[in-house]
């Protein structure tokens, strides 16, 4: 079983997002792990699916989306044609 290592862009510098995220890709990774939050199903709110259709051209990994949001299952197609590759959310 091959070990896939997916950095997470949650910490990163915004005002230096696309920059951050080709650092990560010249290190080897081959997942980028974007954690959306949305306020309601958790308390804080981060990242959104205007960011995955930003980024998602920026880059040649596989944009692991990780969605914490109320209702996920009315966003997901959303998620999906802004670029999400992989899916996680919670039931």
């Known amino acids: 079983m091959k070990t896939i290592i997916a950095p997470s862009i949650l910490a990163a510098d ?8 080709l650092d990560v890709e010249r290190s080897g990774a ?13 308390p804080n709110v981060s990242l959104s699916k205007e960011i995955v259709k930003e980024i998602h051209d920026k880059h040649n990994m596989v944009n692991d989306v990780h969605i914490m949001i109320a209702n996920p299952l009315e966003m997901v197609l959303d998620f999906v044609k802004s670029g999400a590759d992989l899916i996680s959310s919670h039931y």
């Open 30 to 42: 081959e997942y980028l792990h974007i954690d959306v939050m949305d306020g309601i199903f958790v």
């Open 14 to 21: 915004k005002t230096k997002l696309i920059d951050e995220i």
